[in-house]
């Protein structure tokens, strides 16, 4: 089983840019497609982007798209969301999240995620 733990969320002006940070133990972090998925307030959890077990694969949500790169690090199990020209309407609560039944495919899947992390917060002001 992958523990996951979240870190980089904060406070942001609009128009700013954010790297958010999720590091991986336990389980097989490198053989999983992993993806970002964010929760504003009274909203339901949706997929932002996912990128496949050795990076070949991205794919992202049309709300982020241009603005979004995810990329990952299998050597230190680390994966990053960087998002650029941040929007009020970004602000949420940020999950990474690891899809055990991914193993070795070049498949990203936007749903059916496993393990998940606590989440960060994060806040853009205008």
């Known amino acids: 089983q992958v523990q996951l733990v979240e870190s980089g969320g904060g406070l942001v002006q609009a128009g700013g840019s954010l790297r958010l940070s999720c590091a991986a133990s336990?389980?097989?972090?490198?053989?999983?497609?992993m993806a970002w998925f964010r929760q504003a307030p009274g909203k339901e959890r949706v997929f932002l982007g996912g990128?496949?077990?050795?990076?070949?694969?991205?794919v992202y949500a049309d709300s982020v798209k241009g603005r979004a790169t995810i990329s990952r690090d299998n050597r230190a199990r680390i994966l990053f969301l960087q998002m650029d020209s941040l929007r009020e309407e970004d602000t949420a609560i940020y999950y990474c999240a690891a899809h055990r039944d991914s193993k070795w495919s070049a498949v990203v899947p936007r749903d059916g995620y496993h393990y998940w992390g606590q989440g960060t917060e994060v806040t853009v002001s205008s």
């Open positions: 990128i496949s077990w050795i990076g070949e694969n991205t």
């Open positions: 336990g389980g097989s972090f490198s053989s999983y497609a």
